[in-house]
């Protein structure tokens, strides 16, 4: 048998999900993070995985890997000292940013430390029109004195980012040489290479967040590539990115910042086809997991991808699915702040210590302390029985804060879990009440560990009506990982106008970027015939401040292509915007090739529904504190795993398994469909 792996490692917890090619039988497994060397989980969990099917790591012929690595890092700002290099005149672009403040009014916002210190920041004479002529050759002897500096000033990683290096990129070309010789140590993160795309504080931004997470990247990635051949593992080791696909080891060390997403976006792709079973196209995904939450939406069964995005305050210019990440996990610690109110997160108490109740030495109260002393996780064990947990610690912990905001016990474990839950609700408005959507049309997809015992409640405080979880919700991510083809994108800005003049740019442009793809192509060994190549174009209006994806259809270039790139553009700018601007020229911006090559994925099959009860599955009852139902209430505990297609519950209840527990409140009902997913909805 070939068995295929695929792992997510996140900051609480590392789930590991088993595919048989042959069978199509499915195998989940879940251990504790280890966040000094996530590898040394990674290896655990492969490992003990495996043995459980009574096999080894020599039989895996597929290993798919999601971390949250590089997400984490960047949340926490646990990155490295780092260094910028740019043009005479623009070293406080990063701090700058571009004049919109949409919170300009906001007296609490809060702005993400700038990455790069001021003192780090450093300028070199050089100049590039926006034509591509050089009107300042580069200075190599200053850009030699600020590598002498930075390297003084003890960074582990330096950014590099000029005007215009992606029309003429000589000049970061003679940056890199000259800084390779330098700082031979260093990571080195030059912007064309990075994100050859228009828009310097983007790109800027893009190259100084790679920078930023280069070395914490490169360490795991040599960490988990040698304890994976220690293991006796041969299949080649492939990470998700961001978009939604995934790339081979050598590529993500040298571009993390195509990974800053790359756990979540495995459970989006998970969410995809569960949803798409199931019957719900139309998806909020809720991924909880122990430090961050993720959200995203997926209307008609498909998932925006952006080439674009805000990640905790970051812009990032790459490829990837349109996901808002939050720092609201079980692992978030409650504080009062220096007003005296309640707060929760963003910083996360993680595996180790992790929270209160594991008894690690954490004496701060985190959200999965407040589940543990309102009963609605298992007060004794989690994981099946395989991670004790002392509830009396936590209580201890909750009591300490209550005492400082002048509650009671359960009123602050609740108040605990009530920000916790607006916190997670403000982030799905972001992805979709302030995109046009209404939450309220939309199924809410619960997945990661905490999810499902959150997702109720968050559905409510956003009026969604359904909740589906699916049968493995604290995997999903890692499921999602067999279930994506292998998948990279390339991109090139050239400027122009859409008329006769633009073929010539667009011929070339298109040329390079499909060598790049056939390159990457031999690189990861695809075959021809599973390879499949798919073209876009950015376009605007002349003097609008953003694109909108075009597609372009297979074949050679000429005036019937421009007439389809018209009407395509007039189309996708109606459905957007409402409206054609007749007779206004329009601009030919970025061109992209998405390179993907098709692999074997995991398949699901429907069982037949049976009867409604579910007390087979039943396994007592425990005490459980619900504001909902005026204080503790008596509530059925079921195992999932002795729930049968058919089953409907009543609420309030608790399903438990090995890897989530999913709450049904007072007023709800749930069932189980034909693919073993859980769906909570308002009782009739």
């Known amino acids: 048998m070939a068995w295929r792996v695929g792992v997510d490692s996140g900051g609480t917890f590392t789930d590991v999900c088993l595919f048989d090619e042959e069978s199509g039988r499915i195998d989940v497994w879940k251990v504790a993070s280890t966040p000094d060397d996530p590898s040394r989980a990674i290896a655990q969990g492969v490992d003990e995985g495996m043995a459980r099917i009574g096999r080894g790591p020599a039989d895996v012929a597929y290993f798919g890997h999601g971390t949250t690595v590089a997400t984490n890092a960047l949340i926490q700002h646990r990155g490295v000292p780092t260094g910028l290099i740019t043009t005479e ?21 809060d702005k993400p430390p700038v990455l790069v210190a001021r003192d780090l920041r450093l300028e070199v004479p050089e100049r590039v029109r926006h034509d591509g002529t050089v009107e300042t050759r580069l200075d190599e002897t200053a850009l030699r004195e600020a590598a002498r500096a930075l390297k003084r000033a003890g960074v582990a990683a330096v950014a590099v980012c000029f005007l215009y290096s992606f029309v003429r990129p000589e000049h970061e070309a003679t940056a890199r040489r000259i800084l390779a010789e330098e700082l031979p140590e260093a990571f080195l993160s030059i912007s064309h290479e990075i994100a050859p795309e228009f828009r310097e504080f983007e790109r800027l931004s893009t190259a100084v967040v790679n920078a930023y997470l280069g070395p ?23 990470l998700t990115q961001s978009n939604g696909g995934v790339m081979g080891l050598e590529a993500a060390a040298n571009l993390p910042v195509r ?23 139309d998806l909020i995904t809720f991924d909880m997991g122990g430090t961050s939450t993720d959200v995203a939406l997926l209307q008609s069964g498909e998932p925006r991808l952006a080439s674009e995005n805000i990640v905790h305050g970051y812009p990032i210019k790459a490829p990837m699915l349109d996901i808002h990440t939050v720092g609201a996990g079980g692992g978030s610690i409650a504080y009062v702040d220096s007003g005296g109110l309640l707060k929760v997160g963003p910083r996360s108490a993680g595996a180790d210590p992790g929270p209160v109740c594991y008894d690690r030495g954490n004496d701060e109260p985190a959200v999965t302390d407040a589940n543990v002393v309102l009963g609605t996780l298992h007060p004794t064990h989690l994981l099946g029985g395989r991670m004790p947990i002392r509830r009396e610690r936590a209580i201890a912990a909750i009591e300490r804060l209550a005492k400082r905001l002048g509650l009671e016990t359960m009123e602050t474990a609740q108040g605990i879990l009530s920000v916790v839950t607006a916190n997670m609700a403000k982030a799905i408005r972001v992805i979709s009440v302030q995109r046009g959507h209404d939450p309220r049309d939309y199924t809410l997809m619960a997945f990661g ?11 409510r405080e956003l009026e969604i009506r359904r909740v589906l979880v699916p049968r493995n919700p604290g995997i999903l991510c890692a499921m999602g990982l067999l279930l994506t083809d292998l998948r990279a994108d390339f991109a090139a800005t050239r400027l122009t106008p859409l008329g006769k003049e633009a073929l010539v740019p667009m011929t070339a442009a298109f040329a390079t970027l499909a060598q790049q793809a056939e390159d990457w192509f031999a690189l990861e060994g695809i075959p021809e015939a599973a390879r499949h190549i798919t073209r876009t174009v950015d376009m605007r209006y002349a003097g609008q401040n953003y694109e909108l994806p075009v597609a372009l259809p297979d074949g050679p270039f000429d005036a019937g292509t421009l007439a389809l ?55 007592g009852s425990r005490d459980v504190w619900l504001p909902e139902a005026g204080g503790f209430v008596a509530v059925p505990v079921y195992a999932r795993d002795r729930l049968t297609p058919g089953n409907r519950i009543a609420g309030p209840a608790i399903v438990e398994q090995m890897d989530s527990t999913t709450l049904v409140l007072p007023g709800m009902r749930a069932r189980v469909d034909g693919y073993d997913n859980l769906v909570l909805e308002a009782a009739a």
């Open 89 to 109: 005149g623009f070293r406080d672009l990063l701090e700058i940013g571009r004049q919109k403040r949409p919170d300009l009014y906001d007296l609490q916002v």
């Open 216 to 238: 914490v990247m490169q360490r795991y990635i040599r960490r988990l590539a040698d304890r994976l051949a220690a293991l006796g593992m041969t299949a080649t080791p492939h």
């Open 259 to 281: 990974m800053v997403l790359s756990g979540p976006s495995t459970g989006v792709v998970g969410a995809q086809a569960v949803g798409r079973l199931a019957g719900f196209p």
């Open 449 to 459: 560990g905490a999810g499902p015992l959150h997702a109720a409640r968050l559905a």
């Open 565 to 619: 790139l018209a009407e395509g553009f007039a189309a996708e700018h109606r459905r957007m915007y409402g409206f054609v601007a007749e007779g206004e020229p329009v601009q030919l911006v970025t061109f992209r090739i998405e390179a993907t090559g098709q692999v074997r994925k995991a398949a699901f099959t429907a069982k037949p529904l049976g009867g409604a009860d579910p007390e087979p599955a039943r396994e």
